[in-house]
């Protein structure tokens, strides 16, 4: 295997993992719920999630879409979204390489993707997402290849 072979399967496991939090944001931030504290838990009975039926896109696959416990389906935009960021990590990665500004790129797409399931539920964009939103794209423009650009832009922009 190749260190860009392994880089890109490590990015890309890293997107499915956070797939899952994205996951939780967008269920738990338009419900008032904190997305850090808590665990996970069936929708159908209540039982909290364990360590196997949280593995991205697999624990799903596996139950073959239902909670292990009671059955319930559990909806495909789980693993989707899984997926989704899955993808956009390694895509990511793959325009960039591994260079500080991915991180900024990497959290901004995986942001994006729970404000569009968000989006698409309530018709909402949270502030408690669009702000680090915000500061995150602001992180990439300093940081990425057009840094000197947006640096003059914003000094500009500020009058200064």
Do not use: N
Not at 100 to 129: K, S
């Amino acid at each position: 295997m190749t260190l860009e072979v392994f880089i890109g399967t490590v990015v890309t496991l890293l997107g499915l993992v956070m797939g899952s939090a994205v996951t939780a944001i967008s269920w738990r931030v338009p419900r008032g719920q904190s997305w850090v504290h808590g665990r996970s838990k069936c929708s159908g009975c209540g039982h909290v999630l364990g360590a196997l039926d949280l593995v991205p896109v697999l624990s799903w696959a596996l139950a073959g879409g239902k909670c292990r416990h009671c059955k319930t389906p559990v909806s495909a935009r789980y693993p989707l979204i899984e997926v989704t960021c899955g993808a956009w990590a390694l895509l990511s990665w793959a325009k960039t390489g591994l260079v500080p500004e991915w991180g900024f790129l990497a959290l901004w797409g995986f942001l994006l993707v729970a404000l569009l399931w968000i989006d698409l539920d309530f018709q909402l964009l949270p502030d408690v997402l669009t702000l680090p939103g915000t500061l995150i794209g602001v992180g990439y423009a300093l940081t990425g290849p057009g840094a000197r650009h947006a640096m003059w832009g914003m000094l500009v922009g500020a009058g200064l």
